[in-house]
């Protein structure tokens, strides 16, 4: 499909209309006013996992894939044009040591996809590279850091890391680590921000690099919010809200300060970070599973574990939410902090199999974009949240570094 950019409606130009297709009849045959919308607009999505999921099983995602949330197809079907694959690091790696390879390796996978399949992507490192691809009828591959343990303390691995692509990077993961305390972690070594960490926040911004408030403790969020010169993202994060005792997600108070900052919280889709009631699903099921293993002296790799789980998913099945639940986590945070700090953050291949009914596959925004026009929302309102609100976050960035 051709698709031609005309209209800015924010800073320095974030969401732009559809004005031809090559096949006509594929217009008409679209069925729904949420599947015009997701092909007329940039559609831009935070937090993906392809490259996590790839390296533990390569499979080419230009074509149909068997498995998996993301691939060409059903990108393309679902209007997808801007997903932010992440390189994601687990904790562990903190520990073992390997972190930087393992960033380098997924690098080099995201830039194979694209070598193998450059007629359906490409590398976006820029605001103006995602319009250019949208225009061109290429979806984009931005990169963000899960973890930024990779850093290992030196900023000339900042440096290399923005070189080699990557345009955010989500501070921490489910452990502390040498920048941040981790939301997940009891263990709040640094109270918040390392001196390390906090003198990376001040170069994140210097050199162009979106700082990713996921993941953090509360207090890191907060030192961040005081530091941070440039507007932050939430890359795939919902609000708390709905859950109260999961620190992962954002308090009313820091969606507050967000908003102040300037800053953009993506909606993760993830039934975990949606419903309590899945919430508290997963929370029991963890705690029966750790009362299992110890009775029984097995670890969550043994054949035992595996079987526990579909055991117990069969006597208790898992509550998913629904498409109406992610929207109550739109519309809590629009009411509060206004149209222009929310977006995506599906979480797509990270979050397994706890997707909501509805929006299971990257095929899936029009039903999101659906529901957010049976609620009421304009077309302009839609087109900020699908793009415009990152975009706009992501070019403050660029301008701030420019001018540091």
Not at 160 to 175: A, C, E, N, Q
Not at 297 to 314: G, V
Request: proline letters at 4%.
């Amino acid at each position: 499909m051709n698709k031609t950019m005309i209209a800015s409606t924010f800073l320095l130009a974030t969401t732009f209309i559809l004005t031809g297709c090559e096949n006509e009849a594929e217009v008409k045959n679209e069925k729904t006013r949420g599947a015009e919308l997701a092909q007329k607009y940039i559609i831009l999505d935070g937090h993906i996992d392809v490259p996590y999921r790839l390296e533990k099983n390569w499979q080419d995602v230009s074509k149909a894939t068997s498995d998996g949330d993301f691939d060409y197809p059903r990108a393309k079907a679902g209007g997808l044009n801007a997903p932010f694959m992440s390189i994601y690091i687990p904790a562990v790696l903190q520990l073992t040591g390997g972190s930087k390879e393992l960033a380098d390796k997924l690098i080099d996978g995201v830039e194979t996809i694209v070598a193998n399949a450059p007629d359906k992507f490409a590398v976006a490192t820029s605001v103006k590279d995602v319009q250019q691809h949208f225009a061109q009828g290429l979806i984009s591959l931005p990169m963000g850091m899960e973890n930024g343990s990779p850093i290992e303390g030196k900023l000339e691995n900042l440096t290399h890391f923005y070189h080699r692509g990557v345009r955010y990077i989500t501070l921490s993961h489910s452990k502390a680590n040498h920048i941040s305390d981790s939301s997940y972690d009891p263990l709040r070594p640094a109270r918040g921000l390392t001196d390390f960490g906090k003198a990376l926040v001040a170069e994140m911004n210097n050199i162009g690099m979106m700082i990713d408030v996921s993941h953090i403790s509360d207090d890191s969020f907060y030192q961040v919010m005081e530091l941070s010169k440039a507007p932050v993202i939430a890359s795939h994060s919902s609000a708390r809200h709905f859950t109260p005792e999961f620190e992962r997600n954002m308090s009313d108070e820091m969606l507050m300060k967000l908003a102040n900052n300037g800053g953009v919280i993506q909606i993760n889709f993830g039934s975990t970070f949606i419903s309590k009631k899945s919430r508290a699903h997963k929370d029991t099921y963890k705690a029966e599973l750790a009362k299992f293993l110890t009775a029984n002296t097995l670890t969550k790799a043994s054949p035992e574990a595996k079987q526990f789980e579909q055991d117990y998913l069969q006597s208790t099945p898992f509550p998913y939410a629904s498409l109406d639940d992610v929207l109550d986590h739109f519309d809590h945070v629009i009411q509060l902090i206004g149209i222009e700090h929310v977006g995506i953050g599906s979480d797509y291949d990270g979050v397994g199999d706890s997707l909501p009914t509805g929006l299971k596959d990257v095929a899936s925004y029009p039903n999101l974009i659906d529901g957010l026009l049976e609620r009421g929302y304009s077309e302009a309102d839609i087109s900020k949240i699908l793009s415009g609100n990152v975009l706009r976050v992501w070019s403050e960035v660029e301008h701030y570094a420019a001018a540091h």
